[in-house]
């Protein structure tokens, strides 16, 4: 397998640690279901945190390209590597521990040439909760959609 080092940001979630998992021979243990799709082995593992509302520690089951195929939710970084212990043994020596900071984070997430701010507030699409409409040049987050009617309302 081509073993290419993960971005700085998974989706939109720092990786804390990875960890590849190609040639450890897999222990079928508990479950993961994503849209009702059980993932099994993958080759490609990352502990990742979100950068938008906290959600612990993200334990991301990667395809070789860093795709997230599932993901499963822990209190800590080491309640993630102790879980992947049980489906890859072994894998606790293999963490390769990165020291990101949130802003050298926010830096890569920001510079992505995906569309990710809304066009009005420029809340990035993990700090806004909830809907947006996107368009061909433009995004706009539920709260700016929710502001706009208000404005509209207090007009008629
Ligand atoms: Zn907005």
Redesign the pocket.
Known sequence: MNRNNPPLVIDAARVIAYAFVDDIPYRQWGSLYVAGERVEQVPCLAICSNLGADMGALLCHCDADWHVLGVMLGASVEAGKARAEDNYPGVASRWVDRETSVEAALDYYDAQPERTR??????RRFE?MGS?VEGDTAL?????ISAFHRELNKES
Not at 118 to 123: A, E, L, V
Not at 140 to 144: F, L, P
């Open positions: 809304c066009s009005f507030c420029g809340k806004f947006y706009i987050c539920g709260e700016c």
